[in-house]
Structure formats: structure tokens, C-alpha cells
């Protein structure tokens, strides 16, 4: 298991040998006298060293937190915005030198360069049509009112 350090130490001379990080600063191949030691110490209360488990479980842990402020991701989005600008222009430097042009919006606007209203469509009511339709409509048999229902109550 791989060992780092919080303290960046660029090698170990301990009685088993001499050590030197990786390129990502974490020392391989320790034995596991030197790796115990090294990762139980300690300075008021701090440890020293941690091992990749740990390491990984700290990194994911600072970057949740990076990601949950507003503000860094304010700051991304921000980023996000500029560069989207930047190549919207270089496409549009590209169009233009290739000799393109860009399709223009038709010119629908009235005095003072606002658009016209819409039109509404107005719908007027047809007199003409047959006030009677071909179709006839039966009368259900009377309704009998409910015993008890007002209009079983005699009257005061």
C-alpha cells in the first residue's frame, strides 16, 4: 500500500533503507514495519502520514465541498460563459473568412424600430346558419323528488 505525506517529505531514511516518492509523492514498496510506524505518527495530534484510502476519501471530500459552494460554482459557470463567447467569435472569424454571411432577420418593424403588433384574428358569430338542427333531443321521464328533500316540506 502506498504511503503520503501531509508534511511533503521527499524521502525516508529509516533502518530498513532509503526511500524515495514516486512522481505523485506517494511511497511504495515500505515495509510494512516502516509503513506502521510512519503511519501512526502523530504531531499534536495530527497524523503525519496517510495511506491511499485515506488520501482518497480526503481529496473526494474537498472537491464535494468545492463543488457545493455558490461561489466556485458561480466562478465555473462564469468560466463556462467566457469561453462559450470566445468560440461563438472565432466561429464567426472563421465564417467570415471563408465567406460566409450570416442569415438576416427579416425586417418586420414599424416606426421607431419596434415590432408591428400581431394581428387578431377576429371571429365574428354566422347568422345564417340553421337556428334549428336536424337533430332532436328526448325529455327524460320526470324526476321524482326524494322523500324528505324540500320540496316535500310543507309550507310555513
Do not use: C
Amino acid at each position: 500500500m502506498r504511503l503520503y505525506s501531509h508534511t511533503g517529505a521527499v524521502a525516508i531514511d529509516a533502518p530498513e533503507g532509503h526511500f524515495e516518492p514516486d512522481d505523485d509523492g506517494g511511497f511504495d514498496s515500505l515495509p510494512d514495519a516502516v509503513f506502521d510506524r510512519l503511519h501512526r505518527s502523530a504531531v499534536k495530534g495530527r497524523r503525519q502520514w496517510e495511506d491511499e484510502i485515506e488520501r482518497s476519501e480526503r481529496l473526494h471530500g474537498a472537491e464535494l465541498a468545492r463543488k457545493r459552494d455558490p461561489a466556485s460554482v458561480h466562478d465555473a459557470l462564469s468560466e463556462l460563459a467566457a469561453v462559450t463567447k470566445q468560440l461563438a467569435a472565432l466561429q464567426l472569424a472563421q465564417a467570415q473568412a471563408n465567406g460566409v454571411t450570416a442569415p438576416e432577420a427579416p425586417a418586420k418593424a414599424g416606426p421607431e424600430g419596434k415590432p408591428e403588433p400581431r394581428a387578431e384574428a377576429k371571429v365574428e358569430p354566422d347568422f345564417k346558419a340553421d337556428p334549428k338542427p336536424d337533430v332532436k333531443v328526448e325529455a327524460k321521464a320526470p324526476v321524482k323528488p326524494r322523500p324528505g328533500s324540500a320540496k316535500d316540506a310543507p309550507a310555513a
